[in-house]
Structures are given as C-alpha cells and as structure tokens.
C-alpha cells in the first residue's frame, strides 16, 4: 500500500486556520475564498480580466481575454503587450519598494551578498545590455546553465527584459542533456559559470557545456556568456566565450523593456514525459507572471515584511515561479541560497531561518524527510536549537507528504504556529493549483486540499465523468487558465495527446490520479503514466531505459520506481547483458559501472538505487513487458498475481536477487 493511500484510510486530523492568519490575509475566511470562486465561476473572462489589470503592468491593455478559437492551444490577454522583467523590477522604482533588499544570497561557504530592487534593476539592465551589444535579439533562444546566484536571476530577468526565450537547464544535468536541449530550442546563446560549488565540492559547468556544444547541431550557438564563479580553469573558445563581467563592462545601467505580446513565450522549461525524449514546456509571458505573482500574493499571503525562502533551484519550475519572476513581482525580499541542506551541518536551514528572520519558509517533502532523520541523529542541529519563531508560514511542493513528515514539519518547524501548505502544481501549469490558504483552509496532513479560485479541478473517470468522494480517478483541470502551459516546443502534436485527450471533453489531463473525500478535499495519489517523482524530480522510466540500453554491455532493460521513505521514489532497473548472467563482484561492478553511466547520461538523480540482472525480462506471449510485475518484485514483495499469461514466469525469481 503505498503512503498516500495509508493517509487517506488513517488521516482524521484537522487543523483549523490560525486566527493571526485570517485576520489582514489577502483571502481572508472561507467566506472570503467562496466568493473569489464564485466570481470566477460566474464569470471566468471577467475574473482573469479584472486580476489581469489590476495586478500588472500593461504597455497595451488587452481587449481579448481569453482567445479559444484554436484550442486547447488557448491564448490569454493575446493582443496585450507587456514586459515581465518591467513587471518585476521598473515596476518597483519609485517607490519604496525600490531601496528595499531583493535579494539576501548566501554561498555555499556562507558569504551573504545584498541587492536592493535598485541595484537588482541596475544589474539587469547592464547585463541585457551586454547581450544586445553581442546582437542577440527578441525571440531568439538561450540556455542557461549556472549554479543558484544572483547572476542566474539577473541572465533570466535579462533575457525577459528582451524577449529572449530561456530555457535553464538544471546544473546537476550532464552534458549530453544539456546538449538534448540546446538542439531542441535552437540556442543562440548559452550562459554558464566556470564551476558550481555545492556542499563544499566544486562541478565544472563551462567544461560540461563545451562538451555538449561539441557533440555537434549546435552551431546556431554564436556566444557563451560565463559567469567567473571560482576562477577554476576553463577551456576559452575565441570569438564565442565572453566573460559575464566583460560583457557587462561599461554597459548603461538602463535598458528599455521590449514591449512583448503577452502570448510570447517567457520561456521552455524541459521535463520528463512517458517517451524517452524530455518535453519542452512553453510558457506565455503575461499569463505566467499574472499566475505567479497572484499565487505568491494568496498562497503565501505575502507581506511587505516578509523575508521569503524557497530552497528550489532555479532549473526547476519551483525556482522559476518563486524565486525568479513571482517574489520580484510582489516585492518580497528573498533569500537565494547556493548550497545543499545538510553541509556544513544538517542544521544549515534552520540556521538560516534564523540569521535572516525568513517568515516565509518553502521547500520539498524530500528535504523534510532527510533532515528529520538527520536531526535526530544528530541533536545539537536539530530545529528546536534554533530560534524559528520569524517563520509564520511553510510550505511543502513537489511530491506528496506523507502525514508523519508533514507533523514533523508542522511540530519542529513551524512550531505549531505556522500552516504547513502542501502546494499541488506542476511545470505544466505553472503556479499553484491546489493548495491550502493560510488565513482560509482548515489543513488535514497529506492532503493539498482545495483548488485555487479560478482553477476548476475534478476527479473523472476515463470517459470524463466526475467520480464520487472516496474514489479514486483522473485528476483534471476543466476550464483554461493564464499560468497553463501553451504548447511543447516544436511538438504541437504531443501537447495535444498528452495534455487533451479527446475522449476526456477537452479537459486538461494532469497525469495524477487523486481522489476527493468527504469534504471534497483532494488528495493526489501519484503519476498515473511512466514518470518517477524522485526527491521531487520528475523522471521517465523510458529515459532511464534508453540511457541504460545506450551503454555496450546491455541488450535490455525495464525501470519501474519502488516507494523509497527518503527519496519518496527510487530508480529500480531491471538489465539483460548481452553476456552471461553476472554474478558476484562481478555483478557489483558492472552494476556500478551501469550507474555512473546513467549519471554521464542524463545526471545523478536519474541514476538507480538498486540494479537486477536477469537472463530476460517477464513478458507475454506478445513480447509486452509485465511492468506490474517488476513493481512487485522491485518492492521485494512476493508475486501473488496471476503469471500465467506470461512467456517465462521463471524470470521473476533470478529479477529478486538485488545488487
Ligand atoms: O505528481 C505530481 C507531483 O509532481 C508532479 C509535477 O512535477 P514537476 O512538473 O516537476 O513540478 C514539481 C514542482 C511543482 C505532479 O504531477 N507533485 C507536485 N506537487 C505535489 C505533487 N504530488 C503530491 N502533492 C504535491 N503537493
């Protein structure tokens, strides 16, 4: 059984929102929360409308708000013109906002470096600037691939001030990723750093992009802008490399926001579908920013007074919509860290949390897990060591939180003060979904509870029938909404079948399954396709199976995840050799061999925790491979199902032995 449906059956608690919290919330009360969504129901163009103009900055107000003419590729506010980074920074000066810190970034070694909206604004300026004088121009793509800083905000904040489309990919990708993607966007441009430094290690970045540069169909790239974050060597291209700070040198520190159609892609974000090839996820320039801030605004309920934290990188959707473009747009100051959770002790975030009086803490059930284990191994870093009582609300995203993690979080962490919320969304839709409000929603451990106004979240079945309470189905959206995704990048097709499958009347699939209980609070009952949620990572098995049938040794290979309590999920692969059955060390080292290489592939979250190698795999008669099955086995639990459409049920038992 896995967790989440052990909380359903067990979880009865209920925890009533926080009188301190209700009264001054920007949704204040149920009340409050029923009336945005009957707003929204009644009238969903009039409600975006309304947000829409109220909330940002228009250079051309829209007339048309939401344009269906050729769904489900919806356009939003489309003859609109707007510029997000304006939105984000310009927006600010003037007033008080503009000498308030932005950003509060601590290294991995613990240096902390300030910048106000000024300054901030300056930067972007100054480094957009540096881009024109290299001539890239609008609508051109840039990859960006640079470890968490101030300079990775300001090369996102900098290609949106001129509508250069970004894609960042995620540091921890290898270079034959990062090589996958720069391809798929048609990069012009790449901007990296010399090395990262990560719990006290450094990883090159520039060596892995000139690799991937190398691997060929990346020519359209003319420049590669570099970050010097250590001064480590690097390998220096003529002509193409160009130092960040000598691209920067002498530029003015104002720049002219380009005036976007708010339907112009903001940026294509990679993540993992059920095919083998990552999918490029487009987002819209106005609709997104309207979403992100909108949700930093009710979610977090953010105050002028807030010190904001989310621990996600930015090679993620979490560090695109609450670090970059969200908080800047509400104003918030926020804290940008480098480092991991657990160096130089596993109390580096609560001793943050308490240097810089963070209110607003948020960050993913993995972490929970790992350092609730690490702090009762090791006392002297646990939470109560340190002073949290800034905190007022935490936040948890991108896997489900089992109840005990959620109770330990809620108890240590946020001292029985703060809303634990369990925020439901996706690189798809680009902000929250579902989630609790902090002045509004009664919070039940496990469950991310009610849908945001505006979001008309259902469970159906597979003809899209709504199911009753208590069952479990599909959980989909059923009307559009601004923040939503607008395409796959260059594959209009796989946009439609995997996110509007015809037989489910046009509403958006999400790809969990959930289920609603009596109160009609959901809760998400993971992936109902190919895809792992590892710490929180999105993983398709079919990429980990490419990657493994990619290396010399293998002819075959199937990867299913088996419930991990730390990771949430763990990579388990099941491998035919193209030699005899290994056995032994010998087995151990090409098990070890199999790992590095997917680490070389794709990079070490994708790497499997546990290899098995077997003669061949279960299939039927019609050569399909029995995943169910190797669910079961990977689980370590005893096959009870019924084997008998299978070529070889003799398999399963050599698939036990673990390595
Ligand atoms: O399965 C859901 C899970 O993460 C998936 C989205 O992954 P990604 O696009 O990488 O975005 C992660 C950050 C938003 C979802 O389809 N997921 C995300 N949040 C939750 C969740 N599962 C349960 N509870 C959540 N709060």
Redesign the pocket.
């Known amino acids: 059984m896995s967790n989440e449906i052990e909380s359903i059956l067990t979880e009865n608690r209920v925890f009533p929102p926080f009188d301190n919290l209700v009264q001054g919330a920007a949704i204040s009360g149920m009340d409050g929360y029923r009336a945005m969504c009957n707003e929204a129901d009644a009238n969903p163009d009039e409600f975006w409308a309304r947000l829409a103009r109220e909330n940002l900055v228009w250079n051309k107000p829209f007339t048309q708000v939401l344009d269906e003419s050729e769904a489900p590729f919806y356009r939003w506010f489309g003859d609109g013109e707007l510029n997000v980074s304006a939105n984000c920074l310009d927006k600010h000066l003037g007033t008080p906002t503009a000498n308030k810190t932005a950003l509060i970034f601590e290294s991995d070694d613990g240096k902390v470096t300030k910048v106000t909206y000024k300054e901030l604004h300056a930067r972007v300026c100054e480094f957009a600037n540096g881009i024109k004088a290299l001539g890239h121009k609008t609508g051109e793509r840039a990859i960006i691939y640079m470890p968490m800083s101030i300079e990775a905000v300001v090369a996102m904040q900098a290609c949106a001030r001129l509508g250069i489309i970004h894609s960042v990919v995620f540091g921890g990708f290898s270079s034959k990723s990062l090589h996958e993607r720069t391809v798929d966007v048609g990069a012009s441009l790449v901007i990296t750093a010399d090395e990262q430094v990560r719990g006290g290690k450094t990883i090159p970045l520039k060596n892995a992009v000139d690799e991937a540069l190398g691997m060929g169909g990346c020519e359209a790239v003319s420049h590669v802008i570099v970050y010097k974050r250590t001064g480590g060597q690097v390998a220096w291209s003529e002509g193409r490399d160009v130092w960040m700070h000598d691209a920067t040198a002498n530029q003015a520190s104002q720049c002219e926001p380009v005036a976007l159609s708010a339907e112009h892609p903001l940026f294509i974000l990679y ?1 993992s579908g059920s095919t083998g090839k990552p999918k490029g996820v487009q987002h819209a320039s106005g609709g997104f920013l309207l979403w992100s801030l909108l949700t930093v605004n009710w979610t977090f309920d953010a105050k002028d007074s807030d010190v904001f934290w989310c621990t996600a990188d930015v090679g ?3 560090g695109h919509t609450y670090i970059t473009y969200g908080p800047l747009a509400a104003g918030l100051t926020q804290v940008v860290f480098e480092g991991v959770p657990t160096y130089p002790t596993v109390g580096r975030f609560w001793d943050m949390i308490q240097r810089h009086k963070v209110t607003v803490f948020y960050t993913a059930p993995t972490a929970i897990r790992s350092l609730t284990k690490a702090a009762e191994a090791s006392p002297s870093h646990h939470p109560r060591e340190y002073d949290l009582s800034s905190l007022r609300i935490i936040g ?6 089992n109840p005990e993690a959620w109770m330990w979080y809620y108890k240590n962490v946020g001292g029985e003060r703060c809303p634990v919320l ?7 839709t680009g902000a929250h979904m579902i989630t609790p409000l902090p002045g509004v929603t009664p919070l039940k451990p496990g469950s ?1 509870t009610l849908p945001l106004p505006g979001i008309a979240a259902a469970v159906v079945d597979e003809a899209g029938e709504e199911v009753e309470q208590g069952k479990g189905g599909f959980l989909v959206i059923k009307r559009p909404w601004p923040g939503m995704i607008r395409t796959i990048w260059g594959d209009p097709e796989r946009f439609k079948k995997s996110y509007f499958p015809p037989e489910l009347k046009g509403y958006y699939l ?3 399954g959930a289920q609603r209980d009596k109160d009609n609070y959901f809760w ?1 009952m ?2 109902i396709d190919d895809v792992l ?1 590892v710490s ?3 993983l398709g098995t079919m990429e980990v199976e490419s990657a493994l049938v990619a290396h010399d040794l293998v002819a075959e290979a199937a990867v299913v995840g088996r419930p991990d309590a730390t990771t949430g999920e763990a990579v388990v692969a099941f491998v035919v050799l193209n030699q005899s059955l290994p056995e032994g060390e010998e087995a151990d080292h090409i098990a070890k061999q199999l790992r590095d290489w997917v680490a070389r592939e794709i990079g070490p979250i994708a790497k499997p925790k546990d290899i098995r190698f077997g003669e061949n795999l279960p299939k039927t008669r019609s050569g399909k491979i029995m995943r169910r099955l190797l669910r079961v086995v990977a689980k370590g639990e005893q096959v009870t199902q019924d084997v008998s459409t299978l070529e070889n049920p003799a398999i399963l038992d050599q698939l036990s032995q673990a390595h």
């Open positions: 993540t993620w959707v979490t948890s995203v991108g896997e489900p939180i369990d925020t439901w969304w996706q690189t798809e991310c999400a790809g969990d998400i993971g992936r949620n929180g990572h999105r």
